[in-house]
């Protein structure tokens, strides 16, 4: 069911992904080509304008359009601009009846043009126009009407048309270009949508996952101690007779298993609310070297009334920022380890140290120690070395990965390492601040 709903978000992220992608590059691609477009119009529209509001050139066109044609040259001298009566620039003159009154200057190309009527419609505005030749082929131009200086008197209509073929042929070959690589990026979109997709999911899966087998553990870590308290308080039933001194052991076993049932829901609460991140630290500025020393104190008398070694090494005095609630649990649980896991004659060693800027402690002892393979794991949650010696020690493998936490909510920094000639050492890094 989940894994199913878990395929439905990873379908919706990679569509949402690819349509928002396709979006850009279409977008992109459309704005490049009419950037390209009107860079490549830009120059032509401009020669265009300024020769449409050059009164002279008008005139001068109109007087050798009316010259007999014995005295008519193939283009008017001293234009200011461009030479216009070539096969790229043409200028069309037309008389208030609609007669072409320049049609010398075509030569045979006139029949190209001889259909051609002024449009009035749109004087002194750029426009797009087509046509076909002889050779029925196209032939396309950027063109402006405007009326001749004297259109009062003389009613000329003027057309002055730019070929842009070339133009036209460049922007074709771009557009192809740009269609290709459209779709190239299309196939991208599609291979780096999937691969997001997965990448989105991933968190998701790793938290399903981890909530899973949060879920595994705890139950089967729940069900133990509520077994036996459930067998020993029916044994009870089957005694009614019995005193509560004859039956002191199992009460005793009983509530020993309440009170590891109420820390181990106490623990697990802690690693729920830190993977909401509902926890806040409440951070204090605190000698370290006071609050270390109450901590391992009592820890200290223990151990020497087991017959344990424990040694205490503070050097430096600094206040540093931290949670007291969360550093005093942290060090309960290196401590309970150290205990745990050394036996008589074996030592302790608890350091703490200023460094640059973050406080250092070491809690080590010479007990068993932990294989270089285990190291990496022993942060998991309900991970145990060894689970007969978990069993014994009462031990659930959560209490490091809540140490973990409480590091990382720091800001600082927790290794393991050997402790040599032999043991293991925790290696705790605390920011001052």
Not at 122 to 144: A, E, V, W, Y
Not at 378 to 393: A, L, P, V
Request: charged fraction near 25%.
């Amino acid at each position: 069911m989940i894994e199913t709903q878990l395929k439905k978000q990873q379908k919706k992220y990679f569509l949402v992904t690819l349509v928002v992608f396709s979006a850009l590059f279409l977008l992109l691609g459309f704005i490049v080509f009419q950037l390209a477009k009107s860079s490549m119009y830009e120059s032509t529209d401009s020669d265009l304008t300024r020769l449409a509001k050059n009164t002279n050139f008008l005139n001068e066109q109109i007087l050798h359009a009316q010259l007999p044609d014995d005295k008519k040259e193939l283009t008017p001298r001293n234009m200011d601009g461009p030479k216009p009566n070539n096969f790229q620039q043409q200028i069309i003159i037309w008389d208030k009846n609609g007669h072409i009154v320049n049609e010398g200057q075509f030569g045979s190309r006139l029949n190209d043009f001889k259909n051609l009527v002024p449009d009035t419609g749109s004087f002194g505005k750029i426009s797009f126009l087509q046509l076909l030749d002889q050779n029925n082929r196209t032939l396309q131009f950027r063109t402006i009407t405007v009326k001749s200086p004297n259109y009062a008197t003389d009613g000329y209509t003027i057309q002055l048309m730019v070929n842009i073929d070339p133009i036209v042929s460049t922007m074709e070959q771009f557009k192809q270009i740009l269609i290709f690589c459209m779709i190239l990026f299309f196939i991208l979109s599609v291979l780096l949508s999937y691969f997001l997709s997965k990448k989105f999911t991933e968190p998701i899966v790793a938290s399903w996952k981890k909530q899973q087998q949060f879920v595994e553990n705890a139950s089967h870590e729940l069900r133990t101690p509520l077994t036996i308290i459930q067998a020993k308080l029916e044994n009870l039933f089957t005694k009614p007779n019995q005193t509560i001194l004859e039956e002191s052991e199992s009460i005793a076993l009983s509530l020993t298993e309440v009170q590891r049932l109420s820390q181990l829901t106490t623990d697990l609460l802690l690693l729920a609310r830190s993977d909401s991140n509902e926890l806040v630290l409440k951070k204090e500025a605190i000698y370290f070297d006071e609050f270390v020393e109450k901590i391992v104190t009592p820890y200290k008398e223990l151990a020497e009334a087991e017959g344990k070694r424990f040694t205490l090494d503070i050097i430096g005095r600094q206040r540093v920022l931290f949670d007291p609630e969360k550093i005093h649990q942290l060090l309960i649980i290196l401590l309970d380890n150290a205990l745990k896991y050394t036996q008589a004659g074996e030592q302790i060693v608890v350091t703490a140290k200023e460094g640059v800027k973050e406080w250092q402690l070491i809690v080590a002892d010479t007990g068993k120690g932990i294989p270089d393979k285990e190291k990496k794991r022993i942060f998991e949650r309900f991970y145990r070395e060894d689970e007969s010696r978990n069993r014994k020690t009462g031990g659930y493998g959560i209490g490091l990965s809540i140490a973990q936490w409480i590091i990382s909510a720091h800001k600082g920094k927790i290794v393991v390492q050997d402790y040599l000639p032999k043991g293991v050492a925790f290696e705790i890094q605390l920011p001052e601040k």
